[in-house]
């Protein structure tokens, strides 16, 4: 199984703040990665696919990267709305496996 | 807009059965694969299973198999999944999600997600 490591598993940050999550992949797994945001009591909401893309509707604060087996989600200006778990997600392989989440507080 | 609503959770002791249905609406059920994902109360999300658009191909996760069994029916436009033998490690809400890319495909961006329905297991 592909193993996807997140990083940190929580952080707290300000309004306005940029923020950094990252998720290294235990092999390769091209750009078929995800990520969601989760709000509590919610089901998760895809944010953006295939490493960057953005999902419609998605405000563009919100980016992806990656470099190799290492990828990067980013939203540039924290708003109040963003408090919530985010989470990984590689598709490349079944089993389809998450990251274990990281908890923004804001 | 695409709506997955799931049902049939409850309160089950160890040992028994349950099944799960996810009644799926707003877009062309038969061209998508659906899977099943869990969520252990204050854990982090978990696939379960998988079938293809076309209900011909199933893929679970180890902690299930043999155990759960994921199937559809086109003619209500409902997913299921049967779950047997069930163990305190399998209480979790459990979502339907569908991926985001139609025609066979078993893997992909999950799009649009149900609200969950919540498994206890509990003697």
């Known amino acids: 199984d592909i193993q996807m490591t997140q990083s940190p598993s929580s952080l707290s940050a300000s309004v306005g703040d940029r923020v950094t999550i990252t998720c290294q992949a235990s092999q390769d797994i091209s750009k078929n990665l995800n990520w969601y945001q989760q709000k509590s009591g919610k089901a998760p909401k895809l944010l953006i696919y295939?490493?960057?893309n953005l999902e419609t509707g998605v405000p563009s604060r919100f980016s992806g990267s990656a470099s190799g087996t290492h990828f990067i989600f980013t939203i540039s200006s924290l708003q109040p709305e963003d408090f919530a778990t985010y989470y990984c997600q590689q598709y490349d392989n079944l089993p389809i496996t998450f990251g274990q989440g990281t908890r923004l507080d804001i | 807009q695409v709506q997955l609503v799931e049902s049939g959770g409850g309160v089950v002791q160890p040992g028994r059965s349950l099944r799960l249905s996810c009644a799926a609406s707003r877009f062309p059920f038969s061209y998508y694969g659906l899977h099943w994902v869990r969520q252990a109360p204050g854990k982090g999300l978990e696939w379960v299973a998988v079938i293809s658009s076309d209900g011909t191909n199933k893929y679970y996760a180890d902690s299930v198999k043999g155990r759960f069994a994921i199937s559809r029916d086109s003619s209500t436009n409902t997913l299921y999944l049967q779950m047997n033998s069930l163990t305190t490690e399998d209480t979790a809400v459990y979502y339907c999600a569908r991926i985001s890319w139609p025609a066979g495909a078993v893997a992909g961006p999950f799009d649009n997600w149900g609200q969950g329905t919540l498994v206890t297991v509990s003697s």
């Open positions: 295939d490493a960057f």
